[in-house]
């Protein structure tokens, strides 16, 4: 039988025998009931998702890079094992067709017995990260799936019922812009980071915490990353519970709905969200499971592409602006006035968009350089967290006392 057959139940793909280049990708309608995982990632494992699909034969590819049924037969393990990888190469392209350079696990060559379109591309492909991100990624990748193992959705979910409701993190930054008419502060509680090493050697989360509080600021940022910034979900659990009033942002490095979830369970208001990793189609999922949580999603951007990409998708309350070049890790504030500038700037106010300045901000003079641009949050850390009195820190950032006290002074 010479029939072309999809991939996936609801995709199909076409590549050139003889090429190297990326295989074109085509897209049927998709089923109400199609698990996504990665590409949505709910919380159904890879494997459960590609034993669904068993039931398709073998694909062969044809000189004219169409895929056909092939008389063959091969075993159940080695089927799903095919589906898996078929699986993570659309992901991969879908990504790439976004303009994502960020891959999310290392390329690796097709299993045993697989004759595809996707497999000319892969001999091309290093195994080593382009970058810190991509390194963090692929890690994050592996560690998630052992987390996941360890506390399966089920159990996160049943815990939820039970947790105490969130905290207004959008409602916290709009009354400290209103109250002080500067952009309201999400400190961060930060020990380390891989360009920096660590910041600050004597290291009490919760008494950090508690002295950006004091200092004014609206929100805090969290770091919950143990390998590359020695956090911890413990961290943020334990500022939860220290009686810190300041909604919480958990800064995680999300590559499954099930982060999203677990950080709900350690007392997170809101979550990070980052356009460079996560594909259209997972940020809006995404967004509606943080919106079925009662968290906060803070979308990150890093050039124009990730914001015209992030704009095009409905229910975007937060944007953060990143003015660090994720490949090499140099900062420039001026990024945020660049991607603020014009159309997008007139889009985000007239939608009520709350737009965060994100790194370089050290003075008074970067503050208002990023809220002239049009920023009403910032989102600081390191030069925050190594001063002796953060809460001093604060009032050296904005060039004045913007606690409670003090501006009601």
């Not at 991100?133 to 039970?162: C, F, G, H, N």
Request: net charge negative.
């Amino acid at each position: 039988m010479e029939a072309v057959v999809p991939l996936r139940t609801t995709f199909t793909a076409t590549a050139t025998a003889a090429s190297t280049a990326r295989p074109r990708l085509s897209f049927q309608p998709l089923a109400k009931n199609f698990a996504f995982s990665r590409l949505i990632p709910a919380g159904i494992s890879r494997t459960d998702r590609a034993r669904s699909s068993l039931q398709c034969p073998p694909v062969r590819v044809q000189q004219d890079g169409s895929a056909v049924v092939s008389e063959d037969t091969i075993s159940e393990e080695d089927a799903l094992k095919i589906k898996e990888w078929e699986v993570e190469r659309l992901q991969d392209e879908i990504a790439a067709s976004q303009g994502i350079r960020i891959r999310r696990r290392p390329p690796t060559g097709p299993p045993l017995h697989y004759v595809g379109p996707f497999e000319f591309q892969v001999e091309n492909e290093g195994n080593t990260p382009c970058n810190i991100l991509e390194e963090i990624i692929w890690y994050k990748d592996k560690e998630v799936l052992q987390m996941k193992e360890r506390t399966p959705l089920s159990a996160l979910k049943k815990a939820i019922s039970s947790a105490p409701p969130t905290r207004d993190f959008l409602g916290a930054l709009r009354r400290s812009y209103s109250r002080t008419g500067l952009p309201g502060l999400i400190a961060e509680v930060k020990k380390a980071s891989p360009s920096r090493g660590v910041l600050r050697e004597d290291f009490n989360p919760v008494e950090i915490a508690k002295a950006y509080e004091k200092g004014g600021a609206a929100c805090l940022s969290v770091l919950t990353d143990e390998k590359y910034f020695q956090g911890s979900f413990e961290n943020l659990e334990a500022i939860r519970n220290a009686g810190v009033e300041c909604p919480l942002l958990c800064k995680e490095f999300v590559v499954d709905a099930w982060q999203i979830y677990y950080a709900r369970i350690k007392g997170a208001d809101a979550i990070l969200l980052i356009a460079a990793v996560l594909p259209d189609l997972d940020i809006m999922y995404m967004t509606k499971i943080c919106k079925l949580l009662g968290l906060t999603a803070l979308v990150e951007v890093h050039d124009e592409r990730e914001m015209d990409r992030v704009l095009g998708i409905d229910g975007i309350e937060l944007i953060g602006i990143n003015n660090r070049d994720l490949g090499t890790f140099k900062v420039d504030i001026s990024n945020t006035k660049n991607l603020l500038e014009g159309e997008r700037g007139k889009r985000i106010h007239e939608e009520g968009i709350i737009v965060v300045g994100e790194s370089g901000l050290f003075t008074p003079a970067d503050v208002a350089y990023v809220q002239e641009a049009g920023v009403k949050a910032v989102l600081v850390g390191e030069s925050l967290v190594k001063q002796k009195d953060p809460a001093k820190g604060i009032s050296e950032l904005f060039g004045k006392d913007i606690s409670c006290e003090g501006h009601s002074i």
